[in-house]
T-cell receptor, first 110, second 113 residues
Framework: GENVEQHPSTLSVQEGDSAVIKCTYS??????FPWYKQELGKGPQLIID?????GEKKDQRIAVTLNKTAKHFSLHITETQPEDSAVYFC?????????FGTGTRLLVSP | NAGVTQTPKFQVLKTGQSMTLQCAQD?????MSWYRQDPGMGLRLIHY???????DQGEVPNGYNVSRSTTEDFPLRLLSAAPSQTSVYFC????????????FGQGTRLTVV
C-alpha cells in the first residue's frame, strides 16, 4: 500500500469495448491486490482480488493481472456494459492500514 | 447479516457543533477504519483500529476523534464541526489488518453550514 496511484483518472469507452485501469504502489511488502467498485451513492464493494503468488485471475468479464517486480497491477474489463459505469479503486495491502488508490471514473456509453 | 451499519445517513450541522457518527459491524472483524470522500475525490483515511482498545491516525485525522471499546463499534467524533468537514463519510471493516476483503457501510453525508 502506502503511495498508491491509479491511471487513468477518467476513462470513457463505448459499450462493448475493453477497459484497463492500472494501479502502482510503493510498498514492497504488499501481498494482496483487490479492486473495488463504487456505484453512485454507495460504498465501495470488492469485485476481484489476487494474491501475490498468482499472476492473473479472471472472473467472467473482469480480470486482474499482477506484476510484483514492477509494483503494479491492472484491472481489465472486457465487453463493457453501461452498468460497468462507476468509480474503481485499487487497495494493495500487506500488514498495514488500508489505503485506497486515487480512483478511476469509468463511463461506458451505449 | 447486517454487515456494516452506519448512522445517520444524512446530517446537517452548524459550525462549532459536535456530533458522533456511528459505525457497527456484526462480522467479528478486528480491523475497522473511517474514510472521508469529497466530491470527485478518492477515499482518504481518517482513523483506523486493529482491535478493541487500539486506534491510530490515518492521513487526515485533525478534527476527529475515535475510540474502540468493543469489537463491534467504532464511532467517529467531530469535536467542533467546520465547513471543511462537509463530506461523505464511510466506515469499513475487515477480518484482519492483512490481506482480506474490506466491507463498507452505506455512508453518512455530512453538511456543515
Amino acid at each position: 500500500g502506502e503511495n498508491v496511484e491509479q491511471h487513468p483518472s477518467t476513462l470513457s469507452v463505448q459499450e462493448g469495448d475493453s477497459a484497463v485501469i492500472k494501479c502502482t504502489y510503493s510498498d514492497s511488502a504488499s501481498n494482496y491486490f483487490p479492486w473495488y467498485k463504487q456505484e453512485l451513492g454507495k460504498g465501495p464493494q470488492l469485485i476481484i482480488d489476487i494474491r501475490s503468488n498468482v499472476g492473473e485471475k479472471k472472473d467472467q468479464r473482469i480480470a486482474v493481472t499482477l506484476n510484483k517486480t514492477a509494483k503494479h497491477f491492472s484491472l481489465h474489463i472486457t465487453e463493457t456494459q453501461p452498468e460497468d459505469s462507476a468509480v474503481y479503486f485499487c487497495a494493495p495491502r500487506g500488514f498495514q492500514k488500508l489505503v485506497f488508490g486515487t480512483g478511476t471514473r469509468l463511463l461506458v456509453s451505449p | 447479516n447486517a454487515g456494516v451499519t452506519q448512522t445517520p445517513k444524512f446530517q446537517v450541522l452548524k459550525t462549532g457543533q459536535s456530533m458522533t457518527l456511528q459505525c457497527a459491524q456484526d462480522m467479528n472483524h478486528e480491523y475497522m477504519s473511517w474514510y472521508r470522500q469529497d466530491p470527485g475525490m478518492g477515499l482518504r483515511l481518517i482513523h483506523y483500529s486493529v482491535g478493541a482498545g487500539i486506534t491510530d491516525q490515518g492521513e487526515v485525522p485533525n478534527g476527529y476523534n475515535v475510540s474502540r471499546s468493543t469489537t463491534e463499534d467504532f464511532p467517529l467524533r467531530l469535536l467542533s464541526a467546520a465547513p471543511s468537514q462537509t463530506s461523505v463519510y464511510f466506515c469499513a471493516s475487515s477480518y484482519s489488518i492483512a490481506r482480506t476483503e474490506a466491507f463498507f457501510g452505506q455512508g453518512t453525508r455530512l453538511t456543515v453550514v
